[in-house]
């Protein structure tokens, strides 16, 4: 079975810093889907950023940008230039599919605070 | 452009119980998967429709159903309410050739 491992419960990062987010997978597929979700108080998750995992390139979006290592199985996500509104639970999540659309496997999250 | 949109918001139910959720997909999805989400957990799925039809179902037992209608819109129904059932409720929509979900905002359900 995949799992989805986020080892850091919190972290919290001062406004304008830059602060990166662990995450770990374990799969025996060659092709899948990653992303990276925030849920504010607000509760709505919201996608953030995806990797296919064919791609050796990893994905960029604005301030967040990932570091994708397939062979370490470890997918972490960088943001630049926090700001207060970046404030929320994050999730990493893993799907098995050719088109990224299935079944989603979530971590534990990470709650990020920024700091003013 | 209308997102994902779910009815109730907030639902307070008592043990033994039914209940149905209700999930409206973004204009133009035709897949809709449901998850479900313990307070301080990451949502965990319990299954996704496509065509009308169960296309995938997580581990969860029979109490938990679904069903899709011809405007993709679906509902989840769960009978015999468990305290353990009270989560937040997530209905995620996709195209069956796209490569992302994206979430409404979910039903909070308290179960009593």
């Known amino acids: 079975a995949q799992t989805v491992t986020q080892s850091q419960p919190e972290m919290s990062v001062q406004e304008a810093e830059t602060v990166t987010l662990s995450c770990t997978y374990d799969?025996?597929?060659?092709?899948?889907?990653l992303f990276w979700y925030k849920q504010p108080p607000s509760r709505q998750m919201i996608l953030v950023i995806r990797?296919?995992?064919?791609?050796?390139q990893n994905a960029t979006e604005n301030r967040f940008s990932v570091n994708f290592q397939k062979a370490a199985k470890s997918f972490s996500l960088k943001i630049s230039d926090s700001q207060l509104g970046d404030a929320a639970m994050y999730f990493c999540a893993y799907t098995i599919s050719n088109f990224g659309n299935e079944k989603l496997t979530f971590g534990t999250g990470t709650r990020l605070t920024i700091i003013p | 452009d209308a997102g994902v949109t779910q009815s109730p918001t907030h639902l307070i139910k008592t043990r033994g119980q039914q209940v149905t959720l209700r999930c409206s997909p973004k204009s133009g999805h035709d897949t809709v998967s449901w998850y479900q989400q313990a307070l301080g957990q990451g949502p965990q799925f319990i299954f996704q429709?496509?065509?009308?039809?169960?296309?995938q179902r997580g581990n969860f037992p029979d109490r938990f159903s679904g069903h899709q209608f011809p405007n993709y819109s679906s509902e989840l129904n769960v009978n015999a309410l468990l305290l353990g059932d009270s989560a937040l409720y997530l209905c995620a929509s996709s195209l069956a050739t796209g490569n992302a979900q994206y979430f409404g905002p979910g039903t909070r359900l308290t179960v009593t």
């Open positions: 429709y496509y065509e009308e039809e169960e296309r």
């Open positions: 799969t025996s597929e060659s092709d899948y889907y």
């Open positions: 990797q296919e995992a064919y791609k050796q």
